[in-house]
């Protein structure tokens, strides 16, 4: 690092005139240190830039360049009515009411069915359903995610009611790997219609509850 280079040094005991002198020293530098053209090398850990090309900031680690995810890629999907299946044993997508406060996650304009993600990254997606049976007898009720049409190998979540009026809440949480512009549709299915996605409404000690969530946050690029 040439004299030119180097941070000013504190002299004396006027440290506003050196803080000033830093100030302006970092204003001169920022620039050229900050913004990444695509050159340059990740062999030393925690050099913190700004690739212009895709306009978000990288550190680099393990001789590569990381996104830093900032602030975005977020979602809480409800749904406040019951959700019933027409016939038993068919798979149906789950429609969610519009988010609120969501951030680059949305329900696609002409399909609310799916859900439409507009950056690439790893996301952690953490489902529940509040599943209720009008039945004496069991009623199996099955969820599992599709990604692009497409059903996710091995990803079915199976539970039980066993009698009449019985509720009971389920969740899981995974990690999907997703691209720019993939969507997601939560699927599921009932083997009688007796089974239902219960929303139960308010009463004078407790607030409403959902028949189904869907909160999505993104974790990685």
Do not use: C
């Not at 695509?38 to 680099?60: F, Q």
Request: net charge negative.
């Amino acid at each position: 690092m040439t004299q030119q280079n180097r941070p000013p040094e504190p002299q004396g005991e006027d440290w506003q005139t050196w803080g000033r002198r830093l100030m302006t020293y970092l204003s001169q530098t920022r620039i050229p240190l900050v913004q990444q053209t695509g050159n340059e090398p990740a062999t030393d850990d925690g050099l913190l830039m700004w690739d212009r090309s895709n306009g978000w900031p990288t550190v680099s680690y393990n001789n590569e360049w990381r996104q830093i995810v900032m602030r975005g890629g977020h979602a809480t999907f409800i749904r406040d009515s019951d959700v019933t299946a027409a016939a038993a044993d068919t798979a149906y997508s789950i429609t969610y009411d519009a988010p609120t406060g969501n951030s680059r996650i949305d329900r696609d304009a002409t399909n609310n069915e799916r859900i439409v993600f507009d950056e690439a990254g790893e996301y952690l997606i953490s489902f529940t359903a509040q599943i209720a049976s009008s039945s004496a007898s069991t009623v199996n009720f099955y969820f599992w995610p599709a990604v692009n049409g497409v059903n996710q190998t091995g990803s079915t979540m199976v539970n039980a009611l066993h009698q009449n009026d019985a509720t009971l809440v389920v969740s899981r949480s995974a990690i999907f790997d997703l691209s720019a512009n993939d969507y997601l549709e939560v699927k599921w299915a009932v083997d009688s219609t007796n089974g239902k996605l219960d929303a139960t409404a308010a009463t004078a000690f407790a607030p409403s509850s959902p028949s189904t969530t869907l909160v999505i946050t993104r974790i990685h690029e």
